[in-house]
Nanobody, 124 residues
């Protein structure tokens, strides 16, 4: 089970952080990350990382603005969102997938576990 928290509302240029805590999920050899879905749009990958380490993967639209990190002891994934833009408004979903030692990606269908989502709204 993946449980998201954080998110909320911010003005353009502001910052927000979302968190995702795992329950009952084997916390190894997995990629975890964040996807988002705006009304009327497809769910898209935002940022993912391998919990065993390595470079995270970011969508071009958030590079340089978002960071992703984890706390293994708490089995929690974080995404810090800065320089927010109205286009970042969406429901943000935490996702986890078994990747073994392979590199992570932003392909939605490669992730089999999903949280319920947390809303992020950015006003101009």
């Amino acid at each position: 089970q993946l449980v998201e928290s954080g998110g909320g509302a911010a003005q353009a240029g502001g910052s927000l952080r979302v968190s995702c805590t795992t329950f009952g999920l084997t916390y190894s050899n997995r990629c975890m990350g964040w996807f988002r879905q705006a009304p009327g749009k497809e769910r898209e990958g935002v940022a993912t990382m391998h919990i065993e380490g390595g470079s995270p993967v970011f969508a071009d639209s958030v590079k340089g603005r978002f960071t992703i990190s984890q706390d293994n002891a708490k089995k929690t994934l974080y995404m810090q969102m800065s320089s927010l833009e109205p286009e970042d408004t969406a429901m943000y979903y935490c996702a986890a997938g078994w990747f073994g030692r392979a590199s992570c990606n932003l392909v939605r269908t490669d992730f089999e576990y999903w949280g319920q989502g947390t809303q992020v709204t950015v006003s101009s």
